[in-house]
């Protein structure tokens, strides 16, 4: 049975993570928790977690996704709580623009959302909510003012601020999402056993993760 089409006989515009992901000879990807929870992880096999403890918001495994908005609407920006818990003012973000990446990611939409539910509020706090792609192209809509804030993971903050310092200077981190487990490097279930293990030594040797413990 085939559960997705090879990636190789897609046309670009045709190309989908998803099916990456749910190829039957998937080696190796990178995926987020948002779709492992959502029935990814029944096709495939955790081989390691990346590290985060190099920016901020990130401590081993775990990471927080900033959320920024641009300067103009607030300047003060705050640092990630010792705890790792999430630091969210609902009355700054009240009647704002959402920019998202995806329905289904972690980093940028479910830890969000949780956060607020967590606060006894929902999403229907913000005026709107904007499906952008990616995380960058959401930190180009709140620099370009077609959005109010986003949730970035610290990784991908960090890499934008790095490549991109003339937009960046005029966004700030207004908030943090609680810490939570990071974007884990996967096989697909047909690996092998001692492939997998390969896999996680030659992750751990290049510094790509916080152990070599088989996970799943």
Known sequence: ??????????????FDLHALWLHPALLFAQTCWGPMGLGLAAHVSVIGQPDYSAFEGGDGELYSSALVMRSDICDQAVVPPV????????????????????????????????????????LGLFSSCIETGGHRASLRAVARGKADVAAIDC?????????????SAGLRVVGWTARRKGL?????????????????????????????????
Not at 83 to 108: E, P
Not at 195 to 206: G, I, M, Q, W
């Open 83 to 122: 705890s790792g818990g999430s630091l969210l003012s609902l009355d700054l973000l009240r009647g704002r623009r959402l920019a998202y990446n995806s329905v289904d990611s972690m980093s940028g939409m479910l830890a969000i959302s949780r956060d607020i539910e967590s606060l006894d509020e929902t």
């Open 184 to 216: 884990p490097f996967i096989a697909g279930r047909a690996v092998s056993q001692r492939d997998r293990l390969v896999l996680r030594e030659t992750l751990h040797e290049l510094g790509m993760t916080t152990d070599t413990d088989p996970i799943d």
């Open 155 to 167: 990784r991908s903050w960090s890499l934008f601020k790095h490549f991109e310092p003339t937009v």
């Open 1 to 14: 049975m085939t559960i997705a089409p090879d990636p190789a006989t897609l046309p670009p515009n045709e």
